[in-house]
């Protein structure tokens, strides 16, 4: 069959996806629907389809099979409730929202929807990424360091923790998912966080640098790191630690190393199409097993990051059955 898809926002990551999705041929773009009406007719005349200004509008004039939804993170909440009330399936790009309670009401629906849904983590899906969780099926992990060490992202809402949540939210939270991935859940987790002036970014009230330490279900311990006071992107990865293996897992190579060899791996897939395919499948099929990353999953990475910055806050380490309530 093929799947007709409305996308609901104009941005770059929205682009990112509108090139895979217009290169599959049992997909059919049918409208691009942005608050800003200019952005999304540029993109509905690079894709050959229509713009609108409100999702609602785009949904009631083309009849889309599934939505794609890439907004900043302050905007979600009424575009997923509206697939929701609609019975479209979704995919979404992360963050899921700027806090836990929107996250948790939107999961909530969704399960009682039964929707199939997928959302942007994307380092599931690279092939390399596979080889490094089959090779830790031997292993042990003891210690996981993750890293998101960067610079300033320059979009005005970024540096406004009300608009984008903050850097944990915004970009570390690739890192804690990939974490989660590869070693397993966590049961509870210390944050730390601090925020000063910044001559070049008076406006900013985000944290500039932030930690979590992060206790594994199977026992191991993590530390996840963050800034963006830096000028270039120094060290974006996850740093895995079992007995006699050092494993280094960045976006683009994966570094083995074990007393006798050292091995290097570069992804042979294309994490963003391999993600876009795998949910475009599942609507046209109805079996989403080929999806990595459902809203319930993402959510479990997303209330563990949300507990880190509550934890950072009251300087508290703070265990991840926390009351809901006490996380607002």
Same mark, same amino acid.
């Given at each position: 069959?093929?799947?007709?898809?409305?996308?609901?926002?104009?941005?770059?990551?929205?682009?990112?996806? *509108?090139?895979?999705?217009?290169?599959?041929?049992?997909?059919?773009?049918?409208?691009?629907?942005?608050?800003?009406?200019?952005?999304?007719?540029?993109?509905?005349?690079?894709?050959?389809?229509?713009?609108?200004?409100?999702?609602?509008?785009?949904?009631?004039?083309?009849?889309?099979?599934? *939505?794609?939804?890439?907004?900043?993170?302050?905007?979600?909440?009424?575009?997923?409730?509206?697939?929701?009330?609609?019975?479209?399936?979704?995919?979404?790009?992360?963050?899921?929202?700027?806090?836990?309670?929107?996250?948790?009401?939107?999961?909530?629906?969704?399960?009682?929807?039964?929707?199939?849904?997928?959302?942007?983590?994307?380092?599931?899906?690279?092939?390399?990424?596979?080889?490094?969780?089959?090779?830790?099926?031997?292993?042990?992990?003891?210690?996981?360091?993750?890293?998101?060490?960067?610079?300033?992202?320059?979009?005005?809402?970024?540096?406004?923790?009300?608009?984008?949540?903050?850097?944990?939210?915004?970009?570390?939270?690739?890192?804690?998912?990939?974490?989660?991935? *590869?070693?397993?859940?966590?049961?509870?987790?210390?944050?730390?966080?601090?925020?000063?002036?910044?001559?070049?970014?008076?406006?900013?009230?985000?944290?500039?640098?932030?930690?979590?330490?992060?206790?594994?279900?199977?026992?191991?311990?993590?530390?996840?790191?963050?800034?963006?006071?830096?000028?270039?992107?120094?060290?974006?990865?996850?740093?895995?630690?079992?007995?006699d293996l050092v494993v280094e897992c960045?976006?683009?190579?994966?570094?083995?190393?074990?007393?006798?060899?050292?091995?290097?791996?570069?992804?042979?897939?294309?994490?963003?199409?391999?993600?876009?395919?795998?949910?475009?499948?599942?609507?046209?099929?109805?079996?989403?097993?080929?999806?990595?990353?459902?809203?319930?999953?993402?959510?479990?990475?997303?209330?563990?990051?949300?507990?880190?910055?509550?934890?950072?806050?009251?300087?508290?380490?703070?265990?991840?059955?926390?009351?809901?309530?006490?996380?607002?």
């Open positions: 069959m093929t799947v007709r898809i409305g996308m609901v926002g104009a941005g770059i990551i929205a682009h990112r996806h *509108l090139v895979d999705l217009a290169g599959m041929p049992d997909v059919d773009l049918v409208g691009i629907a942005d608050v800003m009406p200019e952005k999304a007719a540029a993109y509905a005349e690079e894709f050959g389809t229509r713009s609108f200004e409100a999702a609602e509008q785009m949904i009631d004039a083309t009849r889309p099979d599934a *939505l794609y939804i890439c907004i900043p993170p302050f905007a979600h909440g009424a575009p997923e409730m509206l697939a929701v009330e609609r019975g479209l399936p979704f995919f979404v790009e992360k963050p899921l929202a700027v806090d836990l309670p929107t996250a948790e009401a939107i999961g909530e629906a969704v399960e009682r929807a039964g929707l199939i849904t997928a959302v942007g983590h994307h380092w599931r899906y690279l092939d390399s990424v596979d080889q490094v969780r089959d090779l830790l099926r031997g292993y042990q992990v003891r210690l996981a360091q993750g890293y998101w060490l960067d610079f300033t992202p320059p979009p005005s809402w970024w540096t406004k923790a009300a608009l984008s949540g903050g850097q944990m939210i915004e970009q570390t939270i690739h890192i804690v998912d990939l974490a989660r991935y *590869l070693v397993g859940d966590v049961t509870a987790v210390y944050g730390a966080a601090n925020h000063r002036f910044r001559p070049n970014f008076p406006q900013s009230d985000l944290d500039d640098v932030s930690a979590a330490i992060l206790h594994f279900e199977n026992g191991a311990l993590g530390i996840i790191s963050s800034t963006h006071i830096l000028h270039y992107p120094y060290r974006i990865g996850l740093w895995l630690y079992a007995e960045r976006e683009a190579e994966v570094i083995i190393q074990r007393p006798d060899d050292n091995l290097r791996i570069e992804p042979q897939v294309d994490p963003f199409a391999c993600e876009d395919r795998a949910f475009v499948n599942a609507v046209a099929t109805g079996d989403s097993h080929g999806i990595r990353v459902p809203y319930a999953e993402a959510l479990k990475t997303h209330r563990l990051v949300c507990t880190a910055m509550v934890s950072a806050r009251e300087q508290a380490p703070m265990a991840l059955d926390k009351p809901k309530e006490m996380l607002r």
